[in-house]
C-alpha cells in the first residue's frame, strides 16, 4: 500500500506503521471531509494515540464524530 503524504510532509517521529495508519484515517476522514480537514484529522489522531494528547473538548467531539457515524 502507499502512503498518503500530509501536506507538510511526514514528521519525523513518524514511524512506518504510523504512516500506514495515517492513509487508512486519511481515506476514512476523506469521506466526511475536504482534504485539508482529512489531513489534520488524522495526524491529530495519529499524536493523540502515541503521545496520549488531550485535545479541546470540540476537538475531542470531532474526533469522536468520526467514529460514531
Known amino acids: 500500500m502507499s502512503h498518503s503524504i500530509p501536506k507538510g510532509g511526514w514528521n ?3 514511524t512506518d506503521r504510523d504512516k500506514v495508519e495515517y492513509t487508512e484515517l486519511f481515506i ?10 482529512a489531513d489534520i484529522m488524522a495526524q ?3 499524536y493523540k ?3 496520549h494528547l488531550k485535545y479541546s473538548e470540540e ?7 468520526l467514529f460514531t457515524r
Do not use: R, V
Open 49 to 51: 494515540k502515541k503521545y
Open 28 to 37: 476514512y476522514c476523506k469521506q466526511f471531509h475536504t482534504s485539508i480537514i
Open 44 to 46: 491529530m489522531i495519529i
Open 12 to 14: 519525523p517521529s513518524f
Open 59 to 65: 476537538q475531542e467531539a470531532k474526533i469522536a464524530a
